[in-house]
């Protein structure tokens, strides 16, 4: 039921930025673009959220097309460190509350 | 400020068995929601809480269920447990809203033999 996709997997080199693009081609006018990311065995840690507007803050830059059919989570500069499945998901809304719909995510190898 | 806990961390139940697990949102959050992730079906949406009631539900049996307490606090519970319900389970907090982030908790790992 995931209403996003994205590749399985991506390498990057450090210091490089990181590119991890997503599709959502069915969003709704209302629904917000979320994306996390998860290390091996801990919970997932939210990035960056948008709704139509590109967005940056101390982590990454979302870009999302005009449309908003895809959008871009941009790494300025890769660690070691952001080596981890990356999510990109929508907010949904239910009946007066909302639920996350994860997809598989991109797994980033990013590396020396 | 403390995050999202979850408590026990680790967990194992034999089949037959039911289970309750915890979670501690932060303070202030309203919403809490409870995820399964498994190797092969990934981050599965389970319910979500606000104000003690339940305001979505994803596709899961009636073995699951789960409850919110006045102070924000909420607990899962998995009844007949089957060895397919092994898995880690999280749970999120958030504020109010589509438009919060919500916060993760480590997660409790459950493995029924």
């Known amino acids: 039921d995931a209403k996003t996709t994205q590749p399985p997997s991506m390498d990057c080199a450090e210091g490089r930025a990181a590119n991890l693009p997503c599709n959502h081609s069915t969003i709704s006018g209302n629904e917000y673009v979320y994306w996390y990311r998860q290390i091996h065995s801990q919970g997932p840690q939210y990035i960056i959220h948008g709704l139509k507007n590109n967005e940056t803050n101390e982590m990454a830059s979302l870009i999302i097309t005009e449309d908003r059919k895809s959008s871009t989570l941009i790494l300025p500069h890769a660690t070691l460190r952001d080596t981890a499945v990356y999510y990109c998901?929508?907010?949904?809304?239910?009946?007066?509350?909302?639920?996350?719909?994860f997809g598989a995510g991109t797994r980033l190898f990013v590396k020396a | 400020k403390a995050g999202v806990t979850q408590t026990p961390r680790y967990l194992i139940k034999t089949r037959g068995q039911q289970v309750t697990l915890s979670c501690s949102p932060i303070?202030?959050?309203?919403?809490v929601s409870w995820y399964q992730q498994t190797p092969g079906q990934g981050l599965q949406f389970l319910f979500e809480?606000?104000?003690?009631?339940?305001?979505n539900k994803g596709n899961f049996p009636g073995r699951f269920s789960g409850r919110q307490f006045s102070n924000s606090r909420s607990e899962m519970n998995v009844s007949t447990l089957e060895l397919g319900d092994s898995a880690l389970y999280l749970c999120?907090?958030?504020?109010?809203?589509?438009?919060?982030?919500?916060?993760f908790g480590q997660g409790t790992r459950l493995t029924v033999v």
């Open positions: 999120a907090s958030s504020f109010y809203g589509v438009d919060t982030e919500a916060f």
């Open positions: 303070s202030g959050h309203r919403s």
């Open positions: 809480y606000f104000s003690e009631t339940q305001r």
């Open positions: 998901i929508v907010r949904v809304d239910g009946t007066g509350g909302f639920k996350t719909i």
